[in-house]
């Protein structure tokens, strides 16, 4: 059993990895390029597509499923297969991708600009949709020579990891694995003894502070910039970020922690998403759960309002008063937070709260820097509000985690993560005695 790196080797996003044993391929993941590194979306597959026997997904985001309408326009006729949760978002987020994508090229040409390419059309989304089969947790799936099971791996609802058995051999895939000091989500399952281990090392350098000292943060944040007036601003992934901020703006407002004020949810992906979350409860934890038996919406601040037209996102851009705004994207790489940063920015009584990771080279590490201005949409913004980031929200596996998740673990490939990040790991990893690589893009591994 070979394993080929197509993706997120050495960098965050694109996670692509080709599994290849008795002429047999399977691809696990297909995402797409974000920030600095979305250029590589225009370059072809390091494999030819039509080859691929069959596609298995850790879970819906972006980055990892973003490209599967482009690798079925260039020939892929297989089938692709998840959990049930991840079936129900997949369609959701590639349609918001192309939304994106469209606006973003329809306003280059408006401007006269050299337009960003569209990478799939409505058709490949449609096709690629068509090929969703449902693989549920904890059930061993034969692909060719290969057996496959997913395990949770309890960073979004519907998340896995993925192991790959053949021969006597054992691969684990760890895809995106979550942050057990959270409460929305169960833990991750522990993966069994393997071979080798291809694990995500998104915050491979350091662990995340407790989790209550982020929400205390949080509320200070919250309570002071509502006082003096101001909007606070969070740029959110609309998948599991943006309903764990309402989770808990709901819970400091019953605790009376922070005034209540309008809560808007500029994200129609992410009213999609939490509408959908009603028919997903059992992916969440006992407390979550146990809320919605009572009959109380887990993701419901009092005054929540959910923003769906460009015009009714426009306006808020006048609105008087003070409020929170939670929009998307999560990274600052499109959507309506930027037109909010653009007009917010500047105030001095705001704030920008940074939930998320942020890629290299993109604008919320820019904003990140604490730099004067930015440019934001060809105008260059002053950065006047104050910037807080809150990494204790962050849906990853932190580096202790992640030392105890590969524990028993004797060969580890290191992916998902920025090349200091994932060498901050290895070393780490080195030091217990455990074989460990980092992964390079297309430079095979023997299993």
Request: one cysteine or more; proline letters at 8%; a negative charge.
């Amino acid at each position: 059993m070979r394993l080929y790196p197509c993706g997120a080797a050495g960098t965050v996003t694109g996670s692509a990895h080709l599994v290849e044993h008795q002429g047999y391929r399977l691809l696990l993941d297909c995402g797409l390029y974000q920030g600095a590194d979305e250029e590589k979306n225009t370059e072809p597959f390091p494999f030819a597509p039509r080859e691929v026997d069959a596609v298995v997904l850790s879970h819906a985001h972006l980055d990892h499923v973003g490209r599967l309408p482009l690798l079925v326009r260039q020939g892929y006729a297989g089938r692709v297969y998840a959990t049930p949760p991840t079936l129900r978002l997949v369609p959701l987020i590639l349609e918001d991708a192309l939304g994106v994508m469209t606006h973003e090229h329809e306003r280059a040409l408006r401007k006269g600009l050299e337009p960003p390419p569209l990478l799939w059309t409505e058709a490949d989304l449609q096709e690629a949709v068509g090929r969703l089969e449902p693989l549920p947790y904890y059930t061993p799936r034969a692909f060719g020579p290969f057996t496959v099971t997913l395990r949770n791996a309890g960073h979004i609802a519907g998340s896995a990891f993925v192991e790959v058995v053949a021969d006597g051999k054992r691969l684990v895939f760890s895809g995106d694995l979550g942050n057990r000091r959270k409460e929305l989500l169960p833990d991750p399952d522990y993966p069994p003894r393997a071979d080798l281990v291809l694990s995500e090392g998104t915050y491979g350098d350091r662990a995340h502070r407790p989790f209550q000292s982020t929400l205390e943060e949080f509320a200070e944040i919250l309570t002071k910039t509502l006082a003096a007036g101001g909007k606070v601003l969070i740029p959110s992934f609309a998948m599991e970020r943006a309903q764990e901020l309402l989770f808990h703006i709901r819970e400091l407002e019953q605790e009376g922690r922070i005034p209540e004020v309008p809560v808007f949810v500029d994200s129609p992906l992410t009213t999609r998403i939490t509408e959908v979350y009603t028919a997903l409860v059992d992916t969440f934890s006992p407390e979550v759960q146990a809320l919605y038996r009572q009959g109380v919406d887990p993701f419901r601040p009092r005054q929540l309002e959910h923003v769906r037209s460009v015009e009714e996102s426009k306006a808020l851009n006048d609105l008087a008063g003070s409020a929170v705004i939670i929009a998307g994207s999560g990274m600052l790489s499109g959507g309506r937070i930027l037109h909010h940063l653009r007009h917010h920015l500047p105030d001095p009584k705001s704030a920008l709260v940074i939930v998320g990771y942020q890629p290299r080279g993109g604008l919320g590490a820019r904003i990140l820097e604490r730099p004067a201005a930015v440019r934001i949409y060809g105008h260059e913004v002053p950065v006047r509000a104050s910037v807080h980031t809150l990494g204790g929200f962050s849906g990853h596996a932190g580096q202790d985690e992640l030392l105890d998740w590969l524990a028993e673990e004797p060969r580890v490939l290191l992916v998902h993560g920025e090349l200091e990040k994932l060498h901050a790991l290895g070393k780490r990893l080195h030091a217990r005695g455990q074989a460990v690589r980092v992964a390079q893009y297309g430079v095979p591994v023997e299993v």
